[in-house]
């Protein structure tokens, strides 16, 4: 299995990314799918997920309304367009797979697969 992010970069305070994140070697249609993302010193934080069919999303309160997160069954790829970016949004972002989530969405423990990161960094 290989969850391959992209899109991240350097960009100036309100301005947007979007990042990909392409899957293979599962049924992608199968899975949740999360974006985290992490900072030196700090866990591993929730950002958005979204169901397997796309229908339900999910965000933490910080990035609702700014972030939108969706998904292409067909080309095995979830989407991540962050808009009207700030610095705090700055960190490495992951994506990352499951299929059975106990303790919710927003848990990374529960995911079993994860992508390499793509840095964001947002001047101010």
């Known amino acids: 299995v290989q969850l391959q992010a992209s899109g991240g970069g350097l960009v100036q305070r309100e301005g947007s990314l979007r990042l990909s994140c392409a899957a293979s070697?599962?049924?992608?249609?199968?899975?949740?799918m999360g974006w985290f993302r992490q900072t030196p010193g700090k866990e591993r934080e929730f950002v958005a997920a979204?169901?397997?069919?796309?229908?339900?999303?999910f965000y933490t309160d910080s990035v609702k309304g700014r972030f939108t997160v969706s998904r292409d069954n067909v080309k095995n790829t979830v989407f991540l367009q962050m808009n009207s970016l700030k610095p705090e949004d700055t960190a490495v972002y992951y994506c990352a797979a499951g299929r059975f989530l106990p303790d919710g969405v927003e848990a990374p423990q529960d995911y079993e697969y994860w992508g390499q990161g793509t840095q964001v960094t947002v001047s101010s």
């Open positions: 979204i169901d397997w069919s796309g229908s339900n999303t």
């Open positions: 070697g599962l049924t992608f249609s199968s899975y949740v």
